[in-house]
């Protein structure tokens, strides 16, 4: 992270809400560039998109979290998420197993990243839950 990265919160939890958030944009932006050099077929076309549109949704229904109406509100948008990030890990395991023309070190990077945004929600989902009780 840069120095003009760099949000200072008096709220720690605050500065790691927006992290979090930029984190999924960077990621959905990121996904959005490895995918458009996936070569043009059916399957390769099918999974770009579905890609894209759930490293996106992740990011977007993480948004709408932070406005949840209630924990119980705010525990569903997060495991919405979750499946969101899931559902991409799934495209990436495509490009890692299959023979898709586009940059595979990016994609093993992403994979990574993918793999700890899950945790990430997972984490904070059984937080939010042991919160609930």
Known sequence: ?????LILFEDQSEYKRVNLEKRLILFALQIDDLCAKIHNTRLGNYISD???RSSASSAFNYGEAQSAESKKDFIHKMKVC????????VGLKF??????KTDKE???KLYQENNELISIFVRS???ARGNNR
């Open 82 to 89: 979750l499946k969101e990030l899931r559902e991409c890990f």
């Open 50 to 52: 579905n890609m894209v």
């Open 125 to 127: 989902i059984q937080t």
């Open 95 to 100: 490009i890692k197993y299959g023979s898709f």
């Open 106 to 108: 990016i994609a093993i």
């Open 1 to 5: 992270m840069e120095n003009d990265d």
